[in-house]
């Protein structure tokens, strides 16, 4: 007989899911916080060049 859900154990990896998700989150939440000192221009700049270094990783052959 199977045992119910209630009764298992939860797993490692869906520890390190949920804490590295968390993590995730705070640093996209904060990013408002923290160009918010910056002028407008400073920010629309480093919104692009994150942008074109995440472009340039994705259509890298070699990058896996």
Request: cysteine-free; charged content about 5%.
């Amino acid at each position: 007989m199977p045992q119910p859900l209630a009764d298992k154990s939860p797993s490692l990896a869906a520890g390190i899911t949920i804490v590295a998700g968390t993590a995730v989150a705070a640093g996209m939440f904060s990013l408002p916080v923290v160009s918010s000192g910056m002028w407008f221009s400073w920010s629309i700049l480093l919104l692009a060049l994150t942008w074109f270094f995440y472009a340039q990783i994705s259509f890298d052959p070699n990058y896996s």
